[in-house]
């Protein structure tokens, strides 16, 4: 059974610095690895998509990577700012289809 | 912008009513989800539907069934609604390309509080 796990669970770091969230999954059978944002009280924000057969991909100051292999999902956030401050979710899409969410990481940047 | 609407954001209930979800999206996805998130216990997967009137269990259906009689809406129903199913409900929706779903896109959520 496919299981995610996020490290750490929560961080807080001083505005600007560059941080990297990392994503780990026990089953590499997966189609894509997915990235996902939620503020306090709403929906999820899809931010990132990787497929099985792609390394990392960019969107602003996100960068994400994928280690099929290693099982293992890292996202980059450059010179973070206060408005980055949410929940970070990683979620593993399986061969059965199914979305595998980990428990995510709480991001506090501070002013 | 894929838009996806869940009726009500806060809802109480008591114990043994029977309650009803609903979620609406207006992207014409073939896929929809229904989960459920708690503190510690992330997003868990309740039901899904590839198509209309098709529905698959998830990991926790367990008290839970749904209906999906229109391609836009994805009903959940709790039965008997029962203290343990206190939570924050998120429907999800997406696109199947060449059989491999795309990116999942969430609505609000509903808290549910049963008293």
């Known amino acids: 059974k496919q299981e995610v796990t996020q490290i750490p669970a929560a961080l807080s770091v001083p505005e600007g610095e560059n941080l990297v969230l990392n994503c780990s999954f026990t089953?590499?059978?997966?189609?894509?690895l997915q990235w996902f944002r939620q503020d306090p009280g709403k929906g999820l924000t899809s931010l990132l998509l990787?497929?099985?057969?792609?390394r990392e991909q960019t969107s602003g100051r996100l960068n994400a990577s994928l280690d099929k292999s290693s099982g293992r999902s890292t996202l980059y956030i450059a010179a973070s700012q206060p408005g980055d401050s949410a929940t970070y979710l990683c979620?593993?899409?399986?061969?059965?289809?199914?979305?595998?969410f980990g428990a995510g990481t709480i991001l506090r940047v501070k002013s | 912008d894929v838009k996806v609407t869940q009726s009500s954001r806060y809802l109480v209930k008591r114990t043994g009513e029977k309650v009803f979800l609903e979620c609406v999206q207006d992207?014409?996805?073939?896929?929809m989800f229904w989960y459920r998130q708690d503190p510690g216990l992330g997003l868990r997967l309740i039901y899904f539907?590839?198509?209309?009137?098709?529905?698959e269990k998830g990991d926790i259906p367990e008290g839970y069934s749904v209906s999906r009689e229109k391609k836009e809406r994805f009903s959940l129903i709790l039965e008997s609604a029962s203290t343990n199913q206190t939570s924050m409900y998120l429907c999800?929706?997406?696109?199947?390309?060449?059989?491999?779903?795309?990116?999942?896109?969430f609505g609000p959520g509903t808290r549910l509080t049963v008293l």
């Open positions: 999800a929706s997406s696109h199947r390309t060449s059989g491999i779903p795309d990116t999942q896109y």
């Open positions: 089953d590499s059978a997966i189609y894509n």
């Open positions: 990787i497929q099985s057969s792609q």
């Open positions: 979620a593993a899409l399986e061969y059965g289809n199914k979305l595998v």
């Open positions: 992207m014409d996805h073939e896929n």
């Open positions: 539907s590839y198509d209309v009137k098709m529905k």
